[in-house]
């Protein structure tokens, strides 16, 4: 089948007709006007030639006037691909001849640079990909443009945006000219710009039907002819929208706020990684006194703030309470929620909150005596809460007579929270309090970046441990230099896994550092014990460092040393200017540098109990691939308890669930931004705010780590292949504690999200390398290669 009607394409006919061929029939059955046309399918560009006869027919039956040949490719007009403009359309197509040369066109734009640039960044497979053409009667336009059923700038789902030009389609979607911008929120209108009421009414309840029959936003292209006829030219989803959040059926809106990048995440996460965060982030809030209900939003966490937004009492310190861990991104959309009339305080918010507030005072209790004995003896904390760490690694271990999948599934399920929660948590409390208390007490007398200086070169920091025993490995590796320096870190991860690698010592290495990784908290994401590669891409960037200055044991001890002298000098010209201020500030911080390295110890002892639940299911990932049931052994990690446990116990093939699951998650690793907040309209609220003035070439953002430095720019989106330079710049969307081997090199640090107390920053400053972080969309604005000079104090990039 070389040529079909366009009436008889089908959604059925992918793989035959190609996605636009195959919406635009799915418009046509449903009654819409749609130019007349046929499609010349894949089949046709499979043999690789032009089946002129029938297309010379088909073109006839037309009436043989001008026509639009556009593309319609099998990997087009799809959920997660639109490949918008990534082929070639021909318009005012007239005679065989044109006709003929306009097909070859379409083919050949396939495999133009843009569309194989589009297939590669979105992990689609050249081989597959076949080419079928759209051939339509010419609508000439008085006006055209393209309608969005959701507003793609806000993400809101009742509002409908609409760009329209006087004339083709093309200047719209090219934007190639000064177009009519207008969104559609049910308000009436007058007559403006190049379309009436009459018009964006009609185009309104167009979308609507169409948004009702494809069940999901549609960009939907159109024209208006010299009789004022609307014509439908294609429909496709809007493939950048964030998803919505899970409906209520309240009639307020609600509010969530993203939770991953506290963890260092934007990425996805798996559906089992999924079930055990929400469980233990939730537990862990708890314990301090507050109800969060944790909502998986693109496999993203998100906590649903509504009720505390609404609460009288809680809403007061809402905004300050966001700034020790989520920064100041989140806290400016906080407080232009809690300003929005919608989210007033309420009389059932007021219910909720005095609930929470009851459990605040059962928590507060246990909070005083755990933060106060820290702080009076933090020697004797740290003892604590380092013994409670070895008895967590110790219970962690699986018990030997572990047989069958059941008997490991009721391992995995009977995991509960430590009963030595108190003895990790309140220190690392304690520590954090104590680092951020001062900047307030200090107000007048020390600037942020000089209390970051204070905090450098923090001491009893797992991750800065665990960065400077890597390097201690890299100096070590002698006459495997080389070999280091000029393997792929894949390759060397196998060879370490296959026993076939030389001692270098990392096997020591990762038997007290493997249960770690990028993502870690994710329990369906490898550790660096069963996937090495990331340390390996690590210790080959440590061996580029030849000055022995920049090594990293000497900018830490730098950092302590500097850190040292500074608070000394502070606290001394503090305690002059503010005596009692001065007196309680020097405190703290000196409890600070006893106590706020901690604060990676409490995350590097859960990843014990994940790391064995992690081995279980993998376990029992295997036993359901030896039945039948999973096609590999870590599909388990695109499944929840539940359906395992029907699975194991019924035999149910979840099989169905894994594939769809695995193509969502896939197609939310390619999404590059998160919203800090949505609303469950969809509106992502950051785009709400009022717009930062315009730089010069300057990007504003945040100092957490105070310095300045100025050197070529390294975005970095994979911390197990980057390759870093001594002094390059790192620039990353967020970091976590598998990403701090890179700043043993960096020279500084570049985040779009995060907080002063969070882990990138948090390390940064113990290295002594500035760091700016909250900087909007960094990772696109900046190039690798582009020389940038980083102002840790004035939270500033500038780009020569």
């Not at 609600?254 to 089992?272: A, I, K, S």
């Amino acid at each position: 089948m070389h040529v079909i009607a366009l009436s008889e394409a089908t959604t059925q006919m992918l793989d035959l007709v190609g996605g636009k061929a195959a919406g635009l029939g799915e418009l046509i059955r449903r009654g819409e006007r749609v130019p007349e046309g046929f499609c010349v399918t894949t089949e046709a560009h499979r043999l690789g030639v032009i089946p002129t006869a029938e297309v010379v027919a088909a073109y006839e039956r037309l009436g043989a006037g001008p026509v639009a040949v556009r593309s319609s490719a099998t990997a087009e007009d799809l959920p997660d691909a639109s490949f918008a403009g990534q082929q070639d359309s021909v318009l005012n197509v007239t005679g065989t001849a044109e006709l003929i040369a306009a097909i070859e066109t379409c083919w050949d734009s396939l495999h133009s640079d843009r569309a194989t640039a589009y297939r590669d960044a979105r992990q689609i497979d050249h081989q597959t990909v076949r080419m079928a053409v759209v051939v339509q009667r010419m609508i000439t336009p008085t006006v055209a443009g393209v309608l969005f059923t959701a507003n793609p700038l806000t993400g809101r789902r009742d509002e409908m945006a609409v760009d329209a030009a006087a004339g083709l389609g093309t200047t719209v979607v090219d934007g190639a000219a000064t177009v009519d911008h207008y969104v559609l929120d049910g308000v009436p209108r007058d007559d403006t710009g190049c379309l009436t009421s009459v018009h964006l009414a009609e185009l309104r309840a167009t979308g609507e039907r169409l948004q009702a029959h494809f069940g999901s936003p549609q960009d939907v292209e159109w024209a208006i002819d010299a009789d004022d006829v609307l014509w439908l030219l294609q429909s496709r989803p809007i493939t950048s929208l964030f998803p919505l959040p899970p409906r209520t059926g309240e009639p307020l809106p609600r509010v969530y706020l993203e939770f991953g990048h506290v963890q260092g995440m934007l990425q996805p996460v798996t559906p089992m990684g999924m079930s055990t965060l929400r469980t233990q982030i939730a537990a862990m809030l708890a314990a301090l006194g507050v109800r969060v209900d944790i909502v998986d939003i693109g496999g993203r966490l998100y906590g649903d703030l509504s009720d505390l937004a609404r609460d009288r009492s809680s809403r007061k310190r809402l905004v300050k309470l966001l700034a020790v861990d989520f920064g100041p991104r989140a806290q400016a959309v906080m407080q232009h929620v809690l300003a929005d009339p919608r989210f007033a305080p309420t009389s059932g918010g007021a219910r909720r909150g005095r609930a929470q507030g009851a459990a605040s005072l059962r928590t507060a209790g246990r909070a005083v005596v755990g933060i106060l004995r820290a702080l009076a003896r933090p020697e004797a904390a740290r003892t604590r809460m380092f013994e409670a760490i070895e008895q967590m690694r110790v219970r962690s271990a699986a018990p030997a007579d572990l047989r069958t999948a059941a008997d490991r599934l009721r391992f995995v399920q009977a995991q509960d929270s430590d009963d030595s929660a108190d003895a990790i948590m309140w220190p690392i409390v304690a520590g954090m309090l104590a680092a951020a208390l001062p900047t307030a007490l200090l107000k007048g007398v020390a600037g942020p970046d000089e209390i970051h200086t204070v905090l450098g070169g923090m001491p009893h920091n797992v991750t800065i441990e665990m960065d400077l025993a890597l390097w201690r490995l890299a100096q070590g590796v002698g006459d495997h230099r080389q070999l280091l320096l000029d393997t792929p870190p894949a390759e060397l991860a196998a060879r370490h896994l296959r026993g076939t690698l030389p001692d270098i010592g990392m096997t020591t290495f990762l038997d007290v550092y493997g249960h770690r990784g990028v993502a870690e908290v994710d329990l369906g994401v490898p550790r660096w014990a069963e996937d090495p590669t990331p340390v390996f891409a690590a210790l080959a960037n440590y061996l580029r460092v030849t000055d022995p200055r920049q090594g990293p044991d000497q900018r830490f001890q730098r950092a302590a040393a500097t850190a040292e002298a500074s608070l000394t000098a502070l606290v001394a010209r503090a305690r002059r200017r503010r005596p009692v201020r001065g007196r309680i500030a020097g405190f703290l911080l000196r409890r600070a540098r006893s106590l706020a390295g901690l604060r990676e110890a409490g995350k590097f002892a859960g990843l014990y109990p994940l790391r064995e639940t992690r081995r279980q299911l993998l376990l029992i990932g295997a036993d359901l691939h030896g039945s039948g049931l999973l096609d590999q052994p870590d599909d388990i990690m695109f499944l929840t308890l539940d359906e395992v446990h029907a699975a194991v116990h019924q035999g149910v093939d979840p099989r169905g669930t894994v594939t769809a699951r695995r193509a969502v998650h896939r197609r939310e690793l390619r999404r590059r931004t998160v919203p800090v907040a949505l609303l469950s309209d969809g509106t992502d609220v950051e785009t709400v705010l009022p717009a930062r003035p315009a730089g010069d070439g300057t990007l504003a953002g945040v100092g957490a780590s105070a310095g300045r430095v100025t050197g070529p720019a390294r975005v970095v989106h994979d911390p197990g292949t980057a390759h870093i330079e001594p002094g390059d710049v790192l620039i990353a969307a967020t970091t976590d504690p598998g990403w701090t081997p890179l700043f043993l090199t960096a020279a500084a640090l570049v985040t779009e999200t995060g907080a002063i107390m969070a882990h990138g920053p948090t390390v940064a400053r113990e290295y002594g390398i500035p760091a700016v972080i909250c900087v909007p969309d960094a990772t696109r604005t900046i190039s690798t290669g582009q020389l940038v000079t980083v102002d840790g104090g004035a939270g500033t990039i500038t780009v020569h």
